[in-house]
């Protein structure tokens, strides 16, 4: 069974800071990884995706994220962070020959402080 | 290029009724997903839809079930209501075969069950 960890619950950052949201999988077969936001009161955006090649992917908002098999994780990191980017951040896994169903973290609340 | 949307936004019901969610997906998607989000949780799948049969269930009773009607649209229904199922109900249409394993959500249902 695949399951997705997000370490942090909440996270507080202060305007352009950077910050780290941390992500950890489960799986015993190959994984597509996606970072989802969600502002009040809407539903989930893509930030995001790892299918395969580079590791390193990118966000059009400066957002980034690595994929890391040997310590199965997909953190999201910003440099900067800014008073917009406050919402609700999901790490979410597909396994490879599954029905594409997603399994998404708990989330991490990212709260930007002026 | 129409994206998902659902109907209602809100609605409350009462223990013990049936509800019916409505999901049009976004032009070109031949496959649904829903997930009930919980409040304070990540979003957890319910089933999916493809080709109007269903391809793959999570752990969720049979009073769960759903409708994908040939124009890809879908309905949720929930019967015999319990207070538990006050949640946010998203539905994510993709595209299967290839889509890169993307999901798009629609801005949800809240569901209050009283």
């Known amino acids: 069974a695949q399951s997705v960890t997000q370490l942090d619950s909440q996270v507080p950052v202060f305007e352009e800071a950077p910050v780290e949201l941390r992500c950890n999988y489960s799986?015993?077969?190959?994984?597509?990884l996606f970072w989802y936001v969600q502002y009040p009161n809407q539903g989930l955006q893509l930030l995001l995706k790892?299918?395969?090649?580079?590791?390193l992917v990118e966000s059009i908002n400066g957002f980034e994220a690595e994929f890391n098999k040997s310590q199965t994780s997909f953190h999201l990191r910003k440099p900067s962070v800014h008073i917009s980017d406050t919402a609700e951040y999901f790490c979410?896994?597909?396994?490879?020959?599954?029905?594409?169903?997603?399994?998404f973290g708990s989330g991490t609340q990212l709260t930007v402080l002026p | 290029e129409t994206g998902v949307t659902q109907s209602p936004t809100h609605l409350i019901k009462t223990r013990g009724q049936q509800v019916t969610l409505r999901c049009s997906s976004q032009?070109?998607?031949?496959?649904v997903s829903w997930y009930q989000q919980a409040l304070g949780q990540g979003p957890q799948f319910i089933f999916q839809?493809?080709?109007?049969?269903?391809?793959g269930r999570g752990n969720f009773p049979p009073r769960f079930s759903g409708l994908q009607f040939p124009n890809y649209s879908s309905e949720l229904n929930v019967n015999a209501l319990e207070l538990d199922d006050s949640a946010l109900y998203l539905c994510?249409?993709?595209?299967?075969?290839?889509?890169?394993?993307?999901?798009?959500f629609g801005p949800g249902t809240r569901l209050t069950v009283t």
């Open positions: 799986s015993s077969v190959s994984v597509y």
């Open positions: 032009s070109g998607h031949n496959t």
């Open positions: 839809y493809y080709r109007e049969e269903e391809n």
């Open positions: 790892y299918l395969s090649g580079s590791t």
């Open positions: 994510a249409s993709s595209l299967v075969p290839g889509g890169s394993y993307e999901q798009y």
């Open positions: 979410a896994a597909i396994s490879s020959g599954s029905a594409r169903q997603l399994t």
